[in-house]
């Protein structure tokens, strides 16, 4: 067991090794001239050739790509993101700042998706193939149909265009939140409902449950004591993948919305051409996603002792 | 899952013959027209330069469905590649193989293109590779998962004690048993190159306008979506309603295949 979560870390690790040569890789490999950019971005004008030189080693690059991965990744170990190439100033607060306003975000999406999706699983899987199961499942593949970016403006017509009821654009006040953690919840909603569901189904149809209401055990406490724990496996799992859906739905939600965060940082970041910008949240979002996978890996485990010795 | 087969034959006539059938020329400017009503002329109305949206969203096809299917077809031979490499290659091809799959999985598919795409500059080129490079990994787990699996069966055992070449067994024993699951998944992966490329679109990074890609024409009706509102809901409306049949092809096709193999 110990063993198995140690292999577990340690793939993490080989993973986030990987990904921090591939976000350094791609910025490397993308065309035009790093300094070129870094000089024209913070000098706005023709820069002579000297400045561009001089750009150069300031910012690590005249000693070749292994030469300046190790100038980023030595800071970064320690937790230093360096400099945005435009202002100058430092990444990390910044990053921090933009994160202050997606975490909500995303937190609330994922509440408004667990509050449509668990209860509409429930109610569908009282009777699987009925009309109420059907329903369910026709909603959660119209919900996966949808691209965020339309839900979005078509709420935006409705309840802030035609109704009135709610703020759009922007994030001055508490209620600016409803209408895109609604457009990132209805999405997370799709899919969670079908996954929830099977979830149920296939609990349900372990070979243990005729056995056990033979003996006389109510369904209330079958429910309760084995359909929930079988079904919380796929859940678990589901919310490593969640969590991408979540991190990517942010973006569009939020340029949608005109929202700050880490995806209107991002889009802005690209479009300024500040690298150490767009380093910083690819790899932020990779960490994360790469940490709540190993956690969800661990808790598996925890759950399911048997998944272990199946791997190994 | 015969309807849904046909939808999904439809959809394809559309994408290729759409352009033949479209009532106008779909990027003639018209600007005393603009932002005209649905009526007979404008069956869905025009756009802010007075450009038929049907008309639009019919060429659009061709683009918004047309680059879908290469970039998911792209992911289809990357990721075949890649798995049947890792399940034949002996352990460190499978170990590097899968450590490199899990790396790109690392991020979030969109992240990655609007980065990719966006660093690369905007362009249908570059939208392609974005798409294409994040797109590979789902076809790449479930090759090597069956190919792992058929690894133990006898007629692989036997082909491979013949001295069959690993690239032959994979041609004549991996490929035949792998292609259902992979069109499957195959499905899965063109709706969301579907929604991909619009999203990209959308955000001023996919194809570029005047071409009539559908992503690219929400991001233009969205200006108008005060005086417009209706010019904004077509090209959403093609996006949801491909990605859905696309999604239902896929679904009919998993269960016939469980059926097939687990008759009940």
Not at chain 1, 15 to 42: H, Q, S
Not at chain 1, 62 to 90: C, E, I, N, Q
Not at chain 2, 160 to 166: Q, R
Request: proline content about 6%; overall charge positive; hydrophobic content about 55%.
């Amino acid at each position: 067991m110990t063993r198995g979560i140690l292999g577990l870390v340690l793939r993490a690790c080989v993973v986030l090794t990987g990904v921090a040569l591939a976000t350094f890789a791609l910025l490397w490999n993308a065309p035009g001239d790093p300094a070129l950019a870094i000089a024209l971005a913070r000098y706005d004008t023709v820069v002579p050739a000297d400045v561009i030189d001089r750009v150069r080693v300031e910012a690590g690059l005249d000693g070749g790509f292994w030469a300046a991965f190790k100038g980023w990744v030595g800071p970064l170990m320690a937790g230093d993101l360096g400099r945005s190439s435009v202002t100058g100033r430092a990444v990390w607060p910044e990053l921090a700042a933009a994160g202050s306003y997606t975490v909500p975000l995303a937190v609330a999406g994922l509440g408004i998706g667990l509050a449509i999706s668990v209860p509409l699983a429930v109610i569908a899987t009282r009777a699987p193939g009925g009309w109420t199961d059907r329903f369910a499942v026709a909603l959660a593949s119209l919900g996966a149909a949808v691209p965020a970016y339309w839900l979005g403006l078509l709420l935006i017509l409705l309840f802030a265009v035609h109704l009135g009821w709610l703020p759009a654009m922007g994030a001055r006040t508490r209620a600016h939140v409803i209408l895109p953690a609604l457009t990132l919840g209805l999405g997370v909603a799709a899919s969670l409902t079908r996954i929830i569901r099977s979830g149920i189904l296939e609990a349900r149809g372990q070979q243990f449950l005729p056995a056990l209401r033979r003996r006389g055990v109510s369904d209330r406490a079958i429910g309760r004591d084995h359909v929930v724990p079988h079904a919380a496996i796929p859940v678990v799992t589901v919310f490593g993948l969640e969590l991408a859906f979540l991190l990517e739905g942010t973006v569009m939600v939020e340029v949608i919305f005109g929202r700050p965060g880490l995806g209107s940082f991002l889009v802005a970041a690209i479009a300024a051409r500040d690298f150490p910008k767009v380093q910083a949240v690819v790899l932020l979002t990779a960490l994360v996603f790469v940490v709540v996978n190993l956690l969800v890996d661990v808790v598996y485990r925890l759950i399911d002792p048997r998944i272990g010795e199946r791997d190994a | 899952m015969r309807s849904v087969i046909a939808l999904f034959g439809a959809f394809v006539l559309v994408a290729v013959f759409g352009p033949l059938v479209a009532p106008h020329d779909p990027s003639a400017i018209n600007v005393p027209n603009r932002l005209s009503s649905p009526g007979a002329e404008w069956f869905l109305g025009t756009d802010a330069l007075g450009r038929d949206i049907l008309s639009r969203l019919l060429h659009g096809a061709r683009w918004s469905l047309g680059l879908a299917f290469l970039v998911s077809v792209i992911g289809l031979l990357i990721g075949t590649l890649a798995g049947l490499a890792a399940a034949l290659g002996g352990r460190l091809a499978d170990w590097l193989v899968m450590r490199t799959t899990d790396t790109f999985l690392a991020f979030p598919d969109l992240v990655a293109a609007v980065v990719i795409a966006g660093l690369l500059g905007a362009g249908t080129g570059s939208l392609v590779l974005a798409l294409s490079v994040t797109g590979w990994m789902r076809y790449a787990r479930v090759a090597r998962g069956i190919g792992l699996s058929l690894a133990t069966r006898g007629y692989v055992l036997q082909a491979k004690l013949a001295g069959m070449s690993p690239l032959a067994i994979a041609r004549w024993h991996y490929l035949p048993s792998l292609l259902p699951s992979l069109t499957v998944v195959w499905t899965g992966m063109f709706a969301r190159a579907i929604l991909g490329i619009s999203a990209l679109g959308f955000l001023g990074f996919g194809v570029q306008p005047p071409l009539p890609e559908w992503g690219t024409m929400l991001l233009d009706a969205r200006i108008h979506m005060l005086s417009t509102p209706l010019q904004m809901i077509w090209p959403g409306l093609a996006v949801v309603v491909c990605v859905l049949v696309i999604n239902l092809a896929g679904d009919a096709l998993r269960d016939a295949l469980a059926e097939r193999d687990d008759p009940a």
